[in-house]
């Protein structure tokens, strides 16, 4: 599976937008991009996923580049309850399942 | 709607001795996969089912089980606990078994410590 880096930590304040960067220059045409968070003790969460093209939901937007070796996760708007680790995961069409999480990016949401 | 849901939330055990995590997915979910994380690090993969039958496996010993009963529900067996095995267990379900797309559903954890 190809391999992601994100910063290990960052901070961002309450009410600004939070732009979460990853790297993923192996990236092969068919794997797509994944972005999951852990907050506290809970489970990680499912926020979003693209293959080539930005992507925008109700809790956040993916941008992708062009060559796909690396994408940001937007966060509108942070509130202190996204203070979390965000994962970017590569996931490969047939990995069923199976995500492969790294370290994550401990984002922490300032007032 | 109830999420997925795991038993027990926090359990102490000793090493040697054997555990079952027990696992239940969203209604309607047909596949369950379990992770292992360690406190600091990221989920790692250990097995997915899919409609009772093994769908994947990570690199894990053989002394992690695990089984999908008709219900879709599951069990994670840990024989033999090592120190290193204290971890919390985090149980995933979804509708399909995701050759495409789709998110997975996880679970609140079950939190292992071995004495």
């Known amino acids: 599976d190809a391999k992601t880096t994100q910063p290990p930590s960052m901070d961002c304040a309450e009410g600004r937008a939070a732009n979460l960067p990853c790297n993923h220059s192996t990236i092969s045409g068919n794997e797509y991009v994944y972005w999951y968070r852990q907050i506290h003790s809970q489970g990680p969460q499912y926020i979003i996923h693209g293959l080539k093209n930005n992507e925008t939901n109700e809790m956040a937007s993916l941008i992708i580049t062009e060559d796909r070796k690396s994408s940001t996760l937007i966060l509108p708007h942070a509130t202190l309850r996204d203070t979390a680790v965000y994962y970017c995961?590569?996931?490969?069409?047939?990995?069923?399942?199976?995500?492969?999480f790294g370290g994550g990016t401990r984002v922490l949401v300032k007032p | 709607d109830a999420g997925v849901t795991q038993s027990p939330t926090h359990l102490i055990k000793t090493r040697g001795q054997h555990v079952t995590l027990r696992c239940s997915p969203i209604?309607?979910?047909?596949?369950v996969s379990w992770y292992q994380q360690v406190l600091g690090q990221g989920p790692q993969f250990i097995f997915q089912?899919?409609?009772?039958?093994?769908?994947g496996r990570g690199n894990f010993p053989d002394r992690f089980s695990a089984r999908q009963f008709p219900n879709y529900s599951s069990e994670l067996n840990v024989n033999a606990l090592l120190l290193g095995d204290s971890a919390l267990y985090l149980c995933?379900?979804?509708?399909?078994?995701?050759?495409?797309?789709?998110?997975?559903?996880f679970g609140e954890g079950s939190r292992l410590t071995v004495l």
């Open positions: 089912y899919y409609e009772k039958e093994e769908r």
């Open positions: 995933a379900s979804s509708l399909e078994d995701q050759r495409n797309t789709g998110e997975l559903f």
């Open positions: 995961i590569v996931r490969p069409p047939a990995a069923g399942n199976k995500l492969t």
């Open positions: 209604s309607g979910h047909k596949s």
